[in-house]
């Protein structure tokens, strides 16, 4: 699994499984995902089908909804305050958290994370790129 990582060092693309760069550009920027939310103190948002994440500035740092915006959960008590989320584009169980310097991983719909050890300076996107 590869992801896109851009920070204020640029774009990286970086292997899930490895924990590790893959390669490096400075001058690209990821485009962020058009997800329109109407909650209070939204960050940041991601959808694939009805599975929408959205990332907010309080703690818990996440709310998840599995039928299109209808009913929400709150998730990731655990994590630190945030800057990023992706949901996998073929996978809705596999979401990516950008917290200032780190990656999170959740391979179950975001009820546990995994932190990576890579650290990033000033994460402001994440993005999949191949699951």
Do not use: C, K
Request: aromatic content about 6%; charged content about 20%; glycine content about 6%.
């Amino acid at each position: 699994m590869t992801a896109a990582v851009e920070s204020a060092d640029g774009v990286v693309v970086f292997d899930l499984e490895e924990d590790e760069i893959i390669e490096h550009d400075a001058d690209l920027s990821l485009a962020r995902p058009d997800v329109t939310l109407a909650l209070p103190l939204l960050v940041a948002a991601d959808q694939n089908g009805a599975t929408i994440v959205a990332l907010v500035a309080r703690r818990p740092p996440l709310v998840i909804s599995r039928d299109g915006g209808s009913t929400w959960r709150e998730a990731g008590a655990g994590l630190p305050p945030g800057h990023a989320i992706a949901i996998s584009p073929t996978h809705p169980d596999l979401m990516l958290y950008a917290s200032r310097s780190r990656i999170h991983l959740s391979r179950d719909g975001g009820r546990f994370w995994e932190v990576l050890t890579t650290e990033f300076h000033e994460i402001t996107a994440v993005a999949w790129l191949e699951i």
